[in-house]
């Protein structure tokens, strides 16, 4: 009889055991947001691709040549201002004169117009006999030649805004612009993480949007008078949207769980009802008579943030709290993990898929809300395609399609790839077509690299 | 002449592995084992779960590529890359899970991937002459124009061994096979697996039914922890060696009842009714009784106790807990008052696979856990922690998803969660199906603590040794009818309720 082994290699599988638990939380999170790494990365690429010289504008710039002067001439200095007439040089000359006034020295002309207002400028000061010392210009407005043409301004000392590198993409504006743009597809996608989550799919969200600012611009238009509705009525007019979605979404919900319908086919025959409703609505045009108020939440700052990106962050917060800490976060994954052992663990499943519907919806139409007071109007044919883009930043982020598996805030991420991805390619000059292509293949890379993350095609569902 | 006698005196077997390791992140699930199967051989694989056969097979399948060791068919030595390869090496594995396409009818699934064909058209008539062929070979007459879906379990497992065999195996390897087939089932796989080791295939037999294992093994190897205990020929094969080995000690009471006073009666239910699968059952249970319900398998048991949980619509019937009337529509409706049901398939409807364990834990207990709909992590932690200690649930982290566990483990996680519930009424739909002696018993202590406690338990089980070890009486289900009840389990004889339950 052969006789039994001793304990001596249980130890050893032990000790083998245990070199991998300090891998054990990076894993997760690897897991979870590893494509917070790919964003990162393609940051540092656009990055690298847009780094170029930068010219310094408006009011900072105009104080910085000031100073520039006085350093170099005192008190003494009379200075000949040129620049082009645009908000932003108008800004920039103003600054500059006031802080020049300011410091002590004189401004003998401001100039904001083209070269023949500048040559106008330059001979009067000749015929009047005041000889300017200094030439404040910006970068523009420095290669104008009519400054070499005229012996009053050809040995001039020139002063303008220092230069300096860095990326076009890492520009503060241009971050914000991004963000701005990306905020209304983010915060619809929230919605679509839950749906998609709990095995489901929403396609009727981009016709919500439509929909959601086509009524609260006819409510605000018909029975608020318009442009001069006060705030009570673009609240008011704004929650019409709202609920007019959230209500789209509920009608989703009990399609899909009372009379087990598939999510595909009642949000796609809800995407066609609610984009006609809306063209019917709307009489197939824009409704741009809308009051000033209206626009604060898609068009004005707090802190200097744009709204749309400070709402975004608000309901991402919310999200992630109530995915992640709520009995209502944990039945929508269990829903989406397996629905029958989650029936039998008594999770409501109805009421949860029907309530997850309606958030979606009701997200949707607060996307509606926000575009079209970014827009300044409601159109029947907002949001077209936005489904599509949603459920790709959904995607993109880490959630599986099959339920169950994904981060609301892997969304938020995956949106944001979506969007640098975008505005990369519009900085480096690429075309829409191109843009198309490239995007087409990021989302078949990040479903790729999933499947790849969970055990690569040859591995079978682990017994 | 001599080269061909020390051939015949030493063939090569048809497979030896040498030495196999192999370790998963964590795990060490396979340390240097042996296995050596000859020409028509039944070789039994023994052992709890979790101790390393899943793995073996995997390897042996290509599904996994071991760390070390060898691998030798007919003496020569393979390494299988994929499935495919193993597949083309003569080695045909039957998982517990089918892997046949419903809608696809047996001679479709026969010949998925092998198709033969002109110019892209299936040669049906010769394709359904072959199933025949590879059937009648078997000697079990299959429908072969309907769907897999419509075939009972055990034809379905006829077809699957009838791919592997039409794919040439010379080695079958089939797991658990038994679990879902009626006595009489199982005797005719029994003759199949004769019939195959007359016509000199090696066959690895896995299962935790120690009576087959006697029945039809030449040789059984037991491992313990992913090693290898020891090879057992025929004669040394008695029942207690084998569960010495497969546990690591002795066990001297396979089923240890204990006697509890009996209270009132906590759940009665009456006249219930649902289409042809429960017609008019009543019955009741008292507080601290253990009552066993059995019967072959579409006899109703199971049926029964999804009306009673509320998971299917009764047409008919009343339920009663501690003298008050329930109204049970769903399954939330009976958990909030106080029954629970562990269904017997936990994969598809006990478990969410790709959530943590905690999370398993957690779901029907969240009011517990919860405040103003708010988790409290905390408490859902050190509840969980309590249960694994007392249950001894092997899990590396609270965190580890469920689909990563043993089949023994997957169960405890399932019993905790409806511990943690705290229900009165206790039902277990095959508690002890696809789970190893060890756990078994573990098992059974607790169907007794609970009993102990003064809650209600049905225990549904095929396993007549287990009803007749575990119950203070017996209930025995026939065509969705209660067709007999004992009231002596001690007296009771396997024969007495076989007879209750063929009608």
């Not at chain 1, 005041?130 to 104008?144: E, I, M």
């Not at chain 2, 190897?221 to 084998?242: F, P």
């Not at chain 2, 299917?312 to 329930?326: A, K, M």
């Amino acid at each position: 009889m052969p006789s039994m082994p001793e304990g001596s290699n249980a130890g050893e599988s032990k000790k083998r055991a245990s070199r991998f638990s300090t891998a054990r939380w990076l894993q997760p999170f690897v897991r979870d947001y590893g494509m917070l790494f790919v964003l990162l990365g393609l940051i540092g690429w656009f990055s690298v691709l847009t780094y170029t010289e930068q010219h310094p504008t408006g009011v900072d710039a105009g104080q910085q040549v000031a100073r520039q002067i006085m350093q170099q001439q005192g008190a003494k200095a009379r200075v000949l201002i040129v620049a082009r007439p645009t908000a932003e040089d108008v800004a920039f000359t103003s600054a500059m004169a006031t802080e020049l006034s300011d410091l002590g020295a004189s401004v003998l002309r401001v100039v904001n117009g083209d070269p023949k207002a500048a040559r106008l400028a330059i001979e009067e000061l000749s015929e009047s006999g005041k000889q300017p010392t200094a030439l404040a210009v910006n970068d523009v407005s420095s290669r104008w030649s009519v400054f070499a043409q005229s012996a009053t301004t050809r040995d001039l000392p020139s002063f303008k805004p220092r230069t300096y590198y860095w990326p076009n993409f890492l520009k503060l504006s241009n971050l914000l612009g991004v963000a701005n743009q990306t905020a209304v597809y983010a915060i619809i996608a929230i919605g679509m993480t839950l749906v998609i989550l709990t095995g489901g799919i929403d396609l009727s969200v981009g016709s919500l949007v439509a929909l959601a600012s086509v009524a609260s611009a006819l409510y605000l238009r018909d029975y608020q008078g318009g442009a001069a509705a006060g705030l009570g009525g673009v609240v008011v007019g704004s929650l019409i949207g709202i609920v007019t979605c959230m209500v789209a979404g509920g009608f989703n919900g009990v399609m899909i769980t009372m009379f087990r319908l598939p999510p595909f086919i009642v949000t796609l025959g809800v995407m066609l009802m609610a984009s006609g409703l809306a063209f019917r609505l709307a009489g197939g045009a824009s409704i741009p008579e809308l009051p000033r108020s209206y626009f604060w939440l898609g068009g004005g700052t707090s802190y200097g943030i744009p709204n749309p990106i400070l709402l975004m962050v608000l309901l991402y917060a919310v999200a992630y709290v109530v995915m992640s800490r709520t009995v209502f976060g944990r039945y929508v994954y269990a829903i989406g993990s397996n629905p029958e052992a989650a029936r039998l663990s008594g999770v409501p499943i109805n009421p949860c898929l029907i309530g997850v519907y309606m958030i979606s919806g009701c997200l949707a139409g607060l996307g509606g809300v926000v575009l079209s007071s970014m827009l300044q109007a409601g159109d029947p044919k907002f949001g077209l395609m936005y489904e599509l883009e949603v459920i790709a930043s959904v995607v993109v982020g880490g959630t599986s399609l099959a339920g169950g598996r994904g981060k609301v805030l892997g969304t938020l991420i995956g949106a944001f790839i979506i969007a640098v991805i975008k505005n990369g390619m519009n900085l480096t000059n690429i075309d829409a077509f191109n843009q198309k292509i490239v995007l087409g293949a990021v989302l078949l890379t990040a479903v790729w690299l999933d499947t790849l993350k969970r055990g690569g095609w040859t591995a079978k569902s682990n017994r | 002449m001599p080269d061909s006698l020390t051939q015949q005196m030493a063939p090569q077997p048809l497979l030896k592995m040498c030495e196999v390791s192999k370790s998963f992140p964590g795990v060490q699930a396979l340390y240097q084992v042996q296995l050596t199967v000859q020409r028509g051989e039944i070789h039994a694989l023994l052992g709890e779960n979790g101790a390393g056969k899943s793995t073996l097979i995997k390897i042996l399948g290509g599904v996994h590529q071991p760390d070390c060791g060898t691998i030798e068919i007919d003496g020569r030595a393979v390494a299988f890359s994929s499935p495919r390869a193993a597949l083309d090496a003569g080695i045909g594995i039957i998982y517990q899970e089918f892997n046949l396409a419903p809608t696809l009818t047996a001679t479709e699934n026969l010949f998925l991937g092998q198709e033969r064909s002109t110019w892209g058209f299936l040669q049906r008539r010769r394709e359904h002459d072959r199933a025949q062929k590879f059937f009648a070979r078997l000697g079990v007459p299959i429908p072969l124009d309907v769907p897999c879906s419509e075939l009972s379990v055990a034809q379905q497992q006829i077809v699957e061994i009838a791919k592997a065999l039409s794919r040439e195996a010379r080695l079958l390897v089939m797991d658990e096979p038994t679990t879902a087939l009626t006595p009489a089932e199982v005797d005719r796989l029994m003759d199949v697996i004769g019939e195959l080791r007359a016509q000199g295939l090696g066959v690895i037999y896995i299962s935790h039914r120690l009576d087959e294992i006697q029945r039809i093994a030449d040789q059984a190897t037991i491992l313990r922890d992913g090693q290898c205990v020891g090879t057992l020929k025929r004669s040394e094969m008695n029942r207690q060696t084998i569960i010495e080995w497969m546990v690591g000690r002795q066990i001297e009471n396979e089923f240890p009842k204990q006697a509890t006073v009996l209270g009132a009666t906590r759940l009665e239910v009456k006249n219930l009714c649902r289409g042809v699968a429960v017609r008019d059952v009543s019955f009741h249970v008292r507080a601290g009784e253990v009552l066993g319900i059995t019967g072959l398998v579409g006899a109703g048991r199971t049926e029964t106790a999804r009306l009673i949980f509320g998971a299917d619509r009764r047409d008919e019937g009343s339920i009663h807990l501690d003298g008050r009337t329930l109204k049970i529509r769903n399954p939330r409706d009976a958990i909030r008052a106080g029954i629970c049901l562990l269904t017997e398939d936990r994969k598809h409807q006990g478990l969410m696979l790709d959530r943590s364990v905690q999370e398993n834990f957690g779901l029907p207990n969240l009011k517990e856990f919860s405040i103003g709909g708010f988790l409290c992590q905390r408490h859902e932690r050190i509840a969980w922690s309590g249960y694994r200690d007392q249950l001894q649930i092997k899990v590396p982290h609270a965190e580890t998803l469920a689909t990563h566990l043993s089949g023994g483990n997957q169960q405890k996680v399932v019993l905790a969660k409806w511990l943690q519930a705290n229900a009165s009424v206790v039902m277990f739909d095959e508690p002890t199906r696809g789970i190893d002696v060890g756990a078994k018993y573990e098992i059974y202590l607790l169907v007794n603590q609970l009993a102990q406690a003064g809650k209600a338990i049905i225990v549904i089980s095929s396993e007549l040794p287990e009803v007749l070890g575990i119950s203070d009486r017996i209930l025995v289900m026939h065509d969705g009818r209660i067709s007999g009840e004992l009231l002596e389990p001690r007296q009771a004889t396997q024969q007495q309720i076989m007879q209750l339950a063929v009608g």
